[in-house]
């Protein structure tokens, strides 16, 4: 159960901060860096849902509480149940995972394919959903770096390569299912 009741605490007022585990580590570890860009890929998701409805809406909702445990497991460093906790550390499922493979598929099945790279833009959603996509790339990237140095649940690198890949294709799906993207033409200012 998590209660706030008070927002500062002072405690990172020397620029450390507490892990999942109570360890007090550098703000700018690798392990911080990469739990905070997924907080950010988070709050993109927050502004791709203002314009947002419906099914879409829906599913970026469930994203959204996917990255919050995304977070909790990336701020615990130990794989074991902490001893001075009654609850094991909250970790990702290869099941989000799936559920991630399921939704690019269906909304993939309506999509023509791409004869050319796409620009990000089109409509508002589509542009704050490539934003989505490369901050969630930013923070895979990051995770992948933080697992050469310690160990992490494979399922949190495998969730973020699939989150950007569903962006992507939420992406192509808010621009009028594909008809509306904006097509890259290589060479085409010079």
Request: charged share 25%; proline share 4%; hydrophobic share 40%.
């Amino acid at each position: 159960m998590v209660v706030l009741n008070k927002i500062y605490t002072k405690t990172g007022d020397d620029g450390e901060t507490a892990l999942g585990n109570g360890a007090r580590v550098a703000k700018h570890s690798i392990r911080v860096n990469a739990y905070g860009t997924v907080d950010e890929a988070n709050a993109t998701v927050g502004l791709a849902r203002q314009h947002s409805t419906g099914e879409m809406d829906a599913l970026l909702a469930m994203i959204q509480n996917d990255l919050f445990d995304l977070g909790a497991d990336l701020c615990r460093p130990d794989m074991e149940k902490d001893v001075t906790s009654d609850y094991p550390p909250l970790r990702m499922a290869d099941a989000q995972v799936t559920r991630l493979e399921r939704e690019i598929d269906v909304m993939n099945a309506v999509l023509e394919p791409l004869r050319s790279f796409i620009l990000p833009g089109g409509s508002a959603l589509a542009a704050h959903l490539h934003l989505c996509r490369t901050v969630s790339r930013r923070a895979e990237r990051l995770t992948v770096e933080l697992a050469t140095l310690e160990s992490i649940n494979p399922a949190a690198v495998k969730y973020l390569n699939r989150l950007s890949d569903w962006f992507f294709v939420a992406g192509r799906i808010a621009n009028n299912d594909g008809k509306d993207d904006v097509l890259w033409v290589p060479g085409k200012n010079r």
